[in-house]
């Protein structure tokens, strides 16, 4: 495979885009890659960069696009209102469409407010559960990754991880004193927080998919419901990963538990730049201009991002074997990587749930935690990232991310997936033998 193109888009934009990118971990920085690919277009489960390579795509732009690149139900929709303008800075049909659907589906949410990203979403469900509790300090768990607000980059997962640092620059010791962090699933330590501390919420993913896939045990989280109940501290499930995709109502539907406030982003957009923080009403009415939280956005509630969230969730809603259908598919990779682990003699621990997988190359029969997943070994890691992409199969360039699926992955392209990963199993293990 030739990436010339690649290679000199990469070289212009270093001069010009800090590290040539607007968000880290597209650098391929941590799997020593001399650029990352420039991506021309998507169609389906594939992807085709400047140099006219094909790939199978398992990022799927780290999850927005559960039915593919381009489903046509989408682009339909969206070309039906694109001609007529762009944005208004003022309300429009399609934001309404698209917060009735959040709130009929998604358990916890009785209001919802559109953000324009995930990180404002996770920023402003933060400020409006201090000013609910009147408390400052927040609880979060290592490892998880909210988006990069200034409280919420403490102890982080996502491309700070991969590139080897958990916590930010730049960040005054006011903000820090006040963001506390424990071992996610560590439930005693969370108790006795909360006991002896007044904190304004918790917030959680309730999969961390951002130090890689953790699966979750549905006991920590009915733990988080009940202790934050009992101190009335705010619970937030940031769903911006697992809204719509563990389940069409999220991780909240899948186990069952109903937190106070959740926060979306990715599926709800479509593809378009997008989140939300929603839940119960009581607490949502102290959002301006009902209330005196303040949260505004030029383009919050974009009527084009609006527009394919709306066609996205409807195509899910009215397609619901589509969870079954994909945790099946996610599986059959899942089942096959063991296997071919084991015939290659590398050590792995894989996690899934859903659609969601990670391969951890870690001789550990579970990865729960940070703890566990900084265990991995990065350089096997990145032996399986190059194999994949040189016979044309794209996944995520970070040992601490998830591998997404979507419905465009069909047998043909799973069954592509594993032949190709068996190349790369062969070579680590004959690294190893070495
Ligand atoms: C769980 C979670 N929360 C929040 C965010 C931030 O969302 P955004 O990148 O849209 O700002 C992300 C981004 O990956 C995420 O995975």
Redesign the pocket.
Known sequence: MVFKNSIDLYKKALNLIPGGVN?PVRAFKSVNREAPIFVKKGQGARIYDEDNNEYIDYICS??PLILGHNHPKVIEEVKKIIENGSSYGLPTKYEVDLAELIVEIVPSIEKVRLTT??????MSAVRLARAYTGRNKILKFEG?????SDALLVKSG?GLLTDGYQDSNGITDGVLKDTLTLGFGDLEKVENLLRNEEIACIIV?PIP??MGLIETHKEFLQGLRRITEETKTVLIF?????GFRLALGGAQEFFGITPDLT?L??IIGGGY?V?AFGGKREIMDLVAPVGRVYHAGTLSGNPIASKAGFATISYLKENPNIYKELAENTNYLVDNVEKLAEKYGVDVCVNSMGSLFTIFFVDLEKVENLEDSLKANTENFSIYFNTMLDNGIVVPPSQFEAHFLSIAHTKKELDRTLEVMEMAFKKIGEKNAK
Not at 117 to 122: L, Q
Not at 144 to 148: I, L, S, T, W
Request: charged share 20%; proline share 4%.
């Open positions: 968000s780290w999850g990203s995930g990180t404002e979403a996770t998880c990754y909210h988006g990069h996502s993913e998919a951002n940031d769903e911006v990963i697992s926060t982003g990715k730049p989140g």
